[in-house]
């Protein structure tokens, strides 16, 4: 019996699924999974409009699926398992959860279907084919970098609004943050969340508006004096100035982030979000299509790690830190030309 996470992500796929069953595909055309941590998300809604787009206008049929949630391993194990069935000859897939994932991985793997990893790696990340994604941990450095620069040497006590424990991309972001920012920390390959004496409030917003906004209250009722706010995503910061708005600390505390979404861009531009790095889901959706559309001409298979590169996005300059305006991140946002 299918659990009600498994039904969900069963209907998820049957309604991407509906216009191009199995029986109405072409012979010989790709069929191609797309698997994401879930479906309203705006990172992971563009990347299933850019490997929707890149399908079509390379031949290839694509099926989509995600979870009900981040953290749904259940949702995503059932999309997998149905997508085969539809026969799928590539999966990509953004893991909700990096090691619960990895025994489906195998099982498609062994039916010889293709996986690659986009945007989130699995632990370990040799667990798929390929991993075509942002450098997280960079992603991190660069905001923590410009945090620093823009703190111009005042004490600070920060929280940090992460996405939940163990995950490779939570854990690469906030260490990188923290490393950008010349505090102690861990490296890339660690997935522990450092906390030094500077950080004085941590908590899990699994990239959500609304756990975001709940983890900053309750962030503010530990450590009123919070002067600084790192968050995994612009969803996560959204809730946390709509948190400090409500309390009236919103002039005095800074908030960056990851993302470089639309609107998080619009929220750069409105000063809630002092700098974002930008990343490109459009680009990583494309790749993956494009990868699964040889290895169903040839046979030939991707593997590695494959950067799709990230862009320091800032409200206003500071000297010594490269980074690009709003106007430029505006045209960049989600990787749209």
Sequence with gaps: MFSKRSTLALATLSLAASMAAPSAFAAGEPVIGLITK???NPFFVKMKEGATAEAKAKGAKLLSGAGKADGD??????????????????ILITPSDSKAIIPAIKKAQEKGVMVIALDSPTDPQEATDALF?????KAGVLIGEYAKAAMAGKPVKIATLDLFPGHPVGAQRHNGFLKGFGLASNDAKNNELAKPAEVVCM????????KGQTAMENCLQKNPDINLVYTINEPA?????????KS???????????DGGCDGIKDVVGGKIAATSQQYPLKMAAMGVAAGIEYAKTGKKVSGYTDTGVTLIAGKSVTGIDSKDTKVGTELCWGKK
Excluded: C, H, P
Excluded at 238 to 243: I, L, R, T, Y
Excluded at 248 to 258: A, E, N, Q, R, T
């Design 38 to 40: 879930t479906e309203t």
């Design 73 to 90: 391993n259940a949702g995503q194990v059932a999309a997998m398992e149905n997508m085969i069935a539809a026969g799928a000859k590539t």
């Design 133 to 137: 994604a942002t450098d997280n941990y």
């Design 203 to 210: 908590a899990d917003s699994f990239g959500d508006r609304a």
């Design 237 to 245: 910061a959204a809730g946390a100035f709509n948190a400090l708005q």
């Design 248 to 258: 009236g600390k919103d002039k005095g505390v800074m908030i960056v982030s990851v």
